[in-house]
């Protein structure tokens, strides 16, 4: 009975981990093969800018720069900023703090 209980459990454990890497997951992967900078390059740019915790990413289509960049909503305190970093120059797009309506 105990090796069953130790079986559910880490069975638990591993469905609770597979949903956190998940929640890393970003929108607009798609369209990462017509980038420069991975991901992972552009949230240290963000994160320099403006460090916190990253909240929300995601890579779009916009107006400006390249017209492709990663969106990264990140936590300082009690504040969100929104930075936008272009997916192609990696250069910062846009660093304000988010409005009462977020995206």
């Not at 970003?26 to 963000?46: C, D, H, M, P």
């Amino acid at each position: 009975m105990k090796s069953s209980k130790k079986y559910l459990l880490s069975l638990l454990c591993l469905g609770l981990s597979a949903g956190a890497v998940n929640a890393l997951a970003y929108t607009g992967e798609k369209l990462a093969g017509t980038s420069k900078f991975t991901i992972e390059q552009a949230r240290a740019v963000a994160l320099k800018a403006h460090p916190g915790k990253i909240t929300d990413e995601e890579l779009e289509k916009e107006r400006g720069g390249s017209g492709l960049r990663y969106s990264f909503d990140i936590r300082n305190g009690s504040h969100t900023y929104e930075v936008g970093v272009d997916a192609k120059t990696g250069k910062v797009l846009e660093n304000k703090a988010e409005g009462s309506h977020p995206d």
